[in-house]
């Protein structure tokens, strides 16, 4: 079976190696952006672990019963634990912790992927902290997040860490013109509107094709009042903040009067030069570190998304 997940060969060949010596840790924490593809990972490590074809290095056959039972969702030994509305609540890792130490039922070991687990508030880390502490042998735990800052040092301790890294541009571009048969100019603008992220270019691709080309409203709002409602808008799509540089990059390379074959927004380009004369060259630099900081500090730190966001917002309105 060719191999299903897209880029991060490194970490794929980590995890062929640690199945291959039986060296399987208790738990992972799989570390990067929303859409990088840690769930895609989880679930293939997954089907390394219970595969039962023999082969060196371990793969993924994709025939044998048990990776059809991990593909159609029906394996008895692997559960996803997602968050429930905005929280992975206690209850939810109290009854991990019921099932966890029963032994699996057909395959070598029990898989837990917990998705989001910066979502644990306080109450459900420190009890999930327990497990960490001496999981099961028959056991495997996968934390996936997007902010390992929130996490408490003692739970990060207790894991082994995978850093996920998105692809870059014009690698992901290939991709989606290759594999999916995405246009090449549509695919470089939905691999930089994506962040590289393989995942959140396909689930646009799913959506309808290409990302939308309506110009951002605070490329073109004056209002300073209005900086509180767009910082709302950007709490609920965190994701636009990385679309929002490239809009910014554009303005920047039409002030410089650049080839028209560098712009992310092609079909935006009438609208975005009648911004142009708004913008000095300071202000789009300004805008652009602005929104990088605003990024880093809501990934990074534990600050309160929506002041840094309210904040980001009176700053690029200014």
């Not at 490194?10 to 010596?21: G, H, K």
């Not at 927004?265 to 605003?294: G, K, M, N």
Request: aromatic share 6%.
């Amino acid at each position: 079976m060719q191999n299903p997940v897209i880029g991060h060969q490194q970490i794929i060949e980590q995890l062929q190696r640690t199945v291959a010596s039986d060296r399987i840790a208790g738990a992972y924490l799989f570390v990067g952006p929303t859409g990088v593809g840690k769930e895609t990972v989880a679930r293939y490590f997954a089907q390394l672990i219970f595969c039962q074809q023999d082969t060196q290095p371990p793969t993924v056959c994709g025939r044998c019963l048990a990776c059809r039972k991990v593909a159609s969702g029906n394996h008895p030994d692997l559960q996803f634990i997602r968050p429930e509305g905005s929280l992975l609540r206690i209850g939810q890792i109290r009854e991990l912790q019921k099932q966890i130490v029963y032994e699996p039922l057909e395959a070598s070991r029990k898989v837990y992927i917990l998705t989001d687990v910066e979502r644990m508030n306080a109450e459900a880390e420190n009890c999930l902290l327990k497990t960490l502490e001496e999981p099961p042998a028959s056991s495997v735990l996968i934390l996936l997040t997007s902010n390992i800052q929130v996490l408490l040092p003692t739970t990060r301790s207790r894991c082994q860490i995978l850093q996920f890294h998105p692809m870059p541009t014009q690698e992901l571009a290939a991709v989606l013109t290759d594999t999916f048969s995405v246009a090449p100019e549509q695919a470089t603008t939905l691999a930089i509107a994506a962040g590289g992220a393989i995942g959140k270019a396909i689930t646009q691709l799913e959506k309808g094709g290409a990302l939308t080309e309506e110009v951002p409203e605070i490329l073109k709002e004056t209002d300073l009042l209005a900086a509180f409602r767009l910082a709302e808008n950007f709490k609920d799509s965190p994701e636009t903040l990385e679309s929002l540089v490239t809009w910014y990059r554009d303005l920047l390379f039409l002030q410089q009067g650049a080839p028209l074959e560098l712009i992310t927004h092609i079909h935006s380009v009438e609208e975005l030069q009648t911004l142009v004369p708004r913008y000095s060259h300071l202000r789009i630099q300004q805008a652009i570190q602005t929104v990088f900081d605003t990024k880093s500090l809501i990934e990074n730190t534990n600050t309160n998304a929506t002041l840094a966001l309210e904040v980001m917002c009176l700053k690029l309105l200014k």
